[in-house]
């Protein structure tokens, strides 16, 4: 048995009519849902909800205080439903005079290895049924309605918004999905079987396609030998001609003689950024045990981020998913330091 996988299986006969997924390989990620629904009530008991005068109390401020207790038990009322450590849970309730309605909208957030988003819709649907506890007394025909979600964010799918679309004060919040935009990108593959066309490159597309989906230009896309001299030509040709924002050079990071990337870039930087390496090998750790061998790094040559990744798209991608919540961010503070381009 591998290593690696330490999975044991049960015989066909006794094999589970359920199974709890296997999250322990997923990299933890800033996690965040907002679900909401709608309570529609007579006018009587509108006005008593926005008055405060029902007999059992102060109405919304007990839903806000079930909604966050809800999103707390999810695991506990839904079976397959992951523990998570929960950070934020906040509850709100808008009321809709023309139609006698009350929609909450909860919010749930954690870093986590999966989404939140029963946890916003257990705690929207606790937070109706306590209005519908407390008012029922008022109005029997009480109606719950169009509890959905409306945002999720974080792991592999990014942003999430709802088809039908979401109000717009929600839609002003969320992260940009173009935070590269006005940045100029170039991608620099390192294989000799790509080069002579032995092999079709399948990291390089997938860097272009991540850069652009992120809003940044592409100013050079080229696949050159896993040659030192090579490497180094290239990367200053492109620095120099086209002064980037960024480059990412996929491929030679191993520890095999010919992974020469990680060496050659120290030669030709102005200063290593140990960090941004230290932090591609902790967080692919997730992915695979052996991601101490990696020699990811990240330099500066001129004004231009350089950061080695491996060369196989799947590395890639796990890769880019790391730095991508932050690289905006980082690119700007570099811009800020006074380099000229």
Partial sequence: MSKTKQIIEFPPAASPHFKMIDVGRKRPTRRRAIAAGTITMNAEAFEKVKSGTLPKGNVLA?????????????????????????????????????????????????????????????????????????????????????????????????????????????????????????????????????????????????????????????VEYKIILDDTREIAESIRAICRTHKPDILIASGG????????????????????LEGLGDLLRSESLHFTDTAWLSRMTAVMVGSTLVIAFPGSPKAVKECWDIIEPFLADALDKISKQGFAR
């Fill in 253 to 272: 990071t191993g520890p095999g003689p010919r992974d020469v990337t990680p060496d050659v870039l120290k030669g030709i930087s102005d200063r290593v």
């Fill in 62 to 218: 007990l839903a806000e205080a079930a909604g966050i207790t809800g999103a707390k038990k999810t695991p506990d009322l839904i079976p397959m439903c992951h523990t998570l450590p929960l950070d934020q849970v906040t509850v709100h309730c808008a009321l809709n005079d023309r139609e006698n309605s009350i929609t909450v909208y909860c919010q749930a957030a954690a870093f986590a290895k999966t989404g939140v988003e029963m946890e916003a819709l257990a705690g929207a649907s606790a937070a109706l049924l306590t209005i519908w506890d407390l008012t029922k007394g008022v109005d029997p025909a009480l109606r719950i309605g169009d509890v959905k979600l409306l945002v999720k964010t974080g792991g592999k799918s990014g942003i999430w918004v709802h088809p039908e679309g979401i109000p717009d004060w929600l839609a002003k919040q969320l992260p940009d999905t173009e935070s590269l935009k006005g940045k100029k990108a170039a991608v620099l593959v390192m294989s000799d079987r790509a080069f002579q066309g032995e092999y079709q490159d399948k990291s390089g597309p997938v860097l272009v396609e991540l850069l652009k989906k992120a809003g940044a230009e592409m």
